[in-house]
Every structure is written in C-alpha cells, then in structure tokens.
C-alpha cells in the first residue's frame, strides 16, 4: 500500500492586515483583508482554516509556494500570528510581505517597500516589535487622509469607503494582488519600478 505525503512547506508568507468580524468588513483598516479575498476569488479557494489566531491557506503565488495568512487578533496584535507562522514554517523575516493600509496615501494608491519603520501603524509596529526587525517588503494601499484635524484617527481607519472610493479600493486590491506575486516571482525592484 502507498502513502501519499504532501509537502506542507511554504516558501513564503503573505500576510494581509485588517480586523475580524462584520463590524469591521470593508473598513478603511481591513484593506489587507480586501486583498485576500480578491486573490482566494481569482483562484477559487477559501482563506478558512483557523491556526495562530489567524485565518489561512497555502496556495501558489509567483510560481512559488506561499502561505495566506489574515490574523484575527485585530489589528494591534498582529505580529503574534506572524511569528508562529514563521517559526513553524522557518521562513525568514525577507520572505514575510505584509498588505495593509496607509492614510498618508491617496485613496487606491500603492506603495511597495522593501523594509521601514512602522509609520504609526499598529500593526506593522507589532509584527516589527514580534518578529525581529522591519527587514521585510511590504505593500501599502492609500486609504486616504483624514478630512479634518477634529476627527479621531480611529474612527477615520474603522469607517467604509464612499462608493466612488469602494471601485477605486478594488482596483487597487487587484493590482496589489499582481504586485504581491511579482515580488515573490521578480523581486521586490520589479514591483516598486512597476506599481510605485
């Protein structure tokens, strides 16, 4: 009798930022998020299995094997579900990218990075803080400033997107999908000198 062993080793780890539950859904901060799930639409696969507080799956991406991993810990606690994916799969910190939003950007606009500070993003700051360094590629998606200085920077992340900005954000989520497997097949120059 043959036993057929599959290889559960990743190559790298695709990370995508965004907080759990409906309360959150299409949220400014859950642009990460909107990635996933454009990415598991296109391949016809879900992003389901619980593991390291976060949902995940493996998949192909740029040729290569990668983990999809969406932490459900929200937002703050993020680097906890990327260090115990690391550690399991002994993937280094270069071959972790990270999809989330940044306000500092106009809306659907991306931005790839090789590594970086955190630039007050809670949850970049702590998977730099859990996973040893900031040495990692990252794409970010403008989600827009905030309209006005009275307005707290929190509920500004936690609001929905107007309808002109919901196709813009889609837009963005696809290239952001295509510029994620550039990385991964290319390197991260190629995706900047296309995408940036």
């Known amino acids: 009798m043959f036993f057929w062993k599959s290889d559960n080793s990743v190559s790298w780890i695709a990370v995508f930022l965004g907080n759990p539950g409906l309360r959150y859904e299409n949220t400014r901060h859950n642009v990460g998020f909107i990635v996933a799930d454009v990415i598991a639409d296109a391949r016809k696969i879900t992003i389901n299995r619980m593991k390291w507080s976060a949902l995940t799956t493996t998949t192909k991406l740029g040729g290569d094997s990668a983990l999809l991993l969406k932490p459900q810990t929200y937002m703050n606690l993020s680097g906890n579900s990327v260090r115990q994916a690391m550690k399991f799969y002994k993937v280094p910190l270069d071959r972790v990218i990270v999809i989330f939003d940044d306000v500092s950007l106009p809306v659907g606009k991306l931005r790839i990075r090789r590594s970086g500070s955190a630039g007050g993003h809670n949850g970049i700051k702590d998977i730099i803080a859990k996973c040893g360094g900031d040495d990692f590629p990252r794409i970010r998606i403008g989600v827009g400033s905030i309209p006005n200085s009275e307005m707290d920077m929190a509920d500004w992340v936690l609001s929905k997107f107007s309808d002109s900005d919901k196709k813009t954000i889609k ?15 290319s390197g991260v120059d190629s995706a900047m000198a296309k995408f940036n």
Do not use: C, F, W
């Open 171 to 185: 837009d963005s989520a696809q290239k952001a999908a295509t510029a994620l497997e550039m990385i991964i097949e």
